[in-house]
């Protein structure tokens, strides 16, 4: 067991929450029990995941979209009262973090995406007044632009939207996990021959068919599994906590 407050001041540290400018509060965002035995993860904690740290007999539930953003209704009403309702009724806490999962160098959504996809990170970008949260680097060996589409396919269990041309090759990706299509000018100014994100825009395609660049968009959902997975299990080997991530399917 430890304690909430302990908990939550060691993530607080780990990700550097206080040097990122986010859309949404990062750390404790429904306090529950004083301590936290057992800790369920997930990516977004929706009423699915909330019903299933339930029944795994969660003491804390720890996500990467939780509530609060900028520009949301403010009133606790409709789903979100029926959310936060079914995390205090059974005493469980909500820790969120965002854009620092995103960025950590460690366990956070960009370098365990590399992971999984056995790519080499050589540097990060992203917009100025932030840390920069995405990666760029090169493919283990290059592939054509349908031979990488196909990889990531496989690897991610979900077929990413490939624009480009099919046998152009991949040596060098860009990288930025969720909904990062509006960075791929910053992927063009890298100079890479790809960029890599969960989401797509109209603007997007045009863009990456213009400038010459292999786009994949490869799923909001499938690109961001990996970092609360990562950190929940250094969570549970640095605090013996009993922990378990629960994916909740989203093909979005």
Same mark, same amino acid.
């Given at each position: 067991?430890?304690?909430?407050?302990?908990?939550?001041?060691?993530?607080?540290?780990? *990700?550097?929450?206080?040097?990122?400018?986010?859309?949404?509060?990062?750390?404790?965002?429904?306090?529950?029990?004083?301590?936290?035995?057992?800790?369920?993860?997930?990516?977004? !904690?929706?009423?699915?995941?909330?019903?299933?740290?339930?029944? !795994?007999?969660?003491?804390? +539930?720890?996500?990467?979209?939780?509530?609060?953003?900028?520009?949301?209704?403010?009133? &606790?009403?409709?789903?979100?009262?029926?959310?936060?309702?079914? *995390?205090?009724?059974?005493?469980?806490?909500?820790?969120?973090?965002? +854009?620092?999962?995103?960025?950590?160098?460690?366990?956070?959504?960009?370098?365990?995406?590399?992971?999984? *996809?056995?790519?080499? $990170?050589?540097?990060?970008?992203?917009?100025?007044?932030?840390?920069?949260?995405?990666?760029?680097?090169?493919?283990?060996?290059?592939?054509?632009?349908?031979?990488?589409?196909?990889?990531?396919?496989?690897?991610?269990?979900?077929?990413?939207?490939? $624009?480009?041309?099919?046998?152009?090759?991949?040596?060098?990706?860009?990288?930025?996990?969720?909904?990062?299509?509006? *960075? &791929?000018?910053?992927?063009?100014?890298?100079?890479?021959?790809?960029?890599?994100?969960?989401?797509?825009?109209?603007?997007?395609?045009?863009?990456?068919?213009?400038?010459?660049?292999?786009?994949?968009?490869?799923?909001?959902?499938?690109?961001?599994?990996?970092?609360?997975?990562?950190?929940?299990?250094?969570?549970?080997?640095?605090?013996?906590?009993?922990?378990?991530?629960?994916? &909740?399917?989203?093909?979005?």
């Amino acid at each position: 067991m430890v304690h909430l407050k302990d908990l939550v001041r060691y993530l607080d540290d780990l *990700l550097e929450v206080e040097r990122f400018g986010d859309y949404c509060p990062n750390g404790l965002q429904v306090e529950g029990a004083a301590s936290v035995g057992r800790l369920v993860c997930g990516v977004t !904690a929706s009423q699915a995941l909330i019903e299933s740290a339930i029944e !795994a007999g969660a003491d804390a +539930l720890l996500v990467h979209h939780g509530y609060f953003w900028k520009g949301e209704a403010a009133p &606790i009403v409709g789903i979100k009262k029926q959310r936060i309702a079914r *995390l205090l009724e059974h005493d469980i806490s909500l820790l969120a973090y965002h +854009l620092p999962l995103d960025a950590h160098p460690v366990y956070g959504n960009n370098v365990q995406l590399a992971q999984v *996809l056995g790519l080499n $990170v050589e540097g990060s970008f992203g917009p100025a007044g932030n840390p920069a949260i995405g990666l760029y680097g090169r493919l283990a060996e290059p592939l054509s632009g349908a031979a990488l589409a196909e990889q990531i396919g496989a690897r991610l269990g979900r077929a990413p939207l490939h $624009v480009g041309e099919a046998m152009a090759p991949v040596r060098t990706l860009a990288w930025c996990t969720g909904g990062a299509q509006g *960075l &791929i000018e910053e992927a063009v100014r890298l100079g890479v021959d790809g960029y890599l994100t969960g989401e797509v825009s109209e603007q997007t395609v045009h863009l990456a068919r213009e400038n010459g660049l292999h786009f994949y968009a490869a799923g909001h959902h499938a690109t961001e599994r990996y970092g609360a997975r990562a950190l929940g299990e250094h969570l549970g080997g640095h605090f013996g906590l009993e922990q378990r991530f629960i994916d &909740i399917d989203n093909p979005a």
